[in-house]
């Protein structure tokens, strides 16, 4: 196994080990492995990081942008999935929106 392998092998170690925290998975009561750890971006204490999604749209003459992002967090034994949402909307720098045309 090359380095890179053996650094990939960590990784998914340690994945699987944070996701053993949960007292349901080791019950068997949630899936034994994550079903989204392709999607995994960061651990935390307590806390899965999923893949962010973004998106645009215009609302009301402004511009604004979302981020979505799955996070799973411990909650009483068990990976609850919650969504974040993070919305920016485009000011004139004096808390004013700007308008369209």
């Known amino acids: ?4 392998g053996a650094q990939e092998l960590q990784k ?5 080990a944070h996701w053993l925290q ?12 994550d079903p989204d750890v392709l999607e995994l971006e960061e ?8 893949r962010r999604e973004p998106e645009r749209a215009s609302f009301d003459g402004s511009r604004a942008g979302a981020t ?3 996070a799973k967090r411990l909650v009483g034994g068990y990976w609850k999935t919650e ?3 993070e919305i920016e909307i485009e000011t004139d ?3 004013r929106r700007h308008a369209d045309g």
């Open 43 to 50: 651990l935390g204490t307590g806390v899965r990081f999923y």
């Open 83 to 85: 969504i974040e949402i």
């Open 1 to 4: 196994m090359d380095v890179a």
């Open 12 to 16: 998914r170690l340690e994945q699987q």
């Open 68 to 70: 979505l992002r799955v």
């Open 22 to 33: 949960a007292e349901a998975v080791r019950e068997g009561r949630q899936p034994r492995t």
């Open 93 to 95: 720098g004096r808390g």
